[in-house]
């Protein structure tokens, strides 16, 4: 599976931004995706995910109530709609995918097979 992500880039603080990842192949559906994210000097850290089988969606708790994942199987295609934008998630932003990955492992960057390339998100005050 390959990845890529777009839509990054500036917005005010208070903005709104929707970045998107597209995959290859033809078993898109069958994959658990997530979205995770690295600031500057920064561990990387989870974001949000959704399950392959129900669309279960699992967000990190300094972006709920703000940011929304969903998944459309018949464009291969993730989006994370982010609102109300806040200068801490100024951040490269990753896509990632895996196949096994449920529950609670939907949480760890370790679980995930596949990487997209990362999208830039900067928020300014």
């Known amino acids: 599976v390959q990845l890529q992500a777009s839509g990054g880039g500036l917005v005010q603080a208070g903005g709104s931004l929707r970045l998107s990842c597209a995959a290859s192949?033809?078993?898109?559906?069958?994959?658990?995706m997530g979205w995770f994210r690295q600031a500057p000097g920064k561990e990387r850290e989870f974001v949000a995910a959704?399950?392959?089988?129900?669309?279960?969606?699992y967000y990190a708790d300094s972006v709920k109530g703000r940011f929304t994942l969903s998944r459309d199987n018949a464009k291969n295609t993730v989006y994370l709609q982010m609102i109300s934008l806040k200068p801490e998630d100024t951040a490269v932003y990753y896509c990632?995918?895996?196949?096994?990955?449920?529950?609670?492992?939907?949480?760890?960057?370790?679980?995930?097979?596949?990487w997209g390339q990362g999208t830039q998100v900067t928020v300014s005050s």
């Open positions: 192949g033809r078993t898109f559906s069958s994959y658990a």
């Open positions: 990632a995918a895996d196949e096994g990955a449920t529950g609670w492992a939907l949480y760890l960057s370790t679980r995930y097979t596949y």
């Open positions: 959704i399950s392959r089988s129900t669309g279960k969606t």
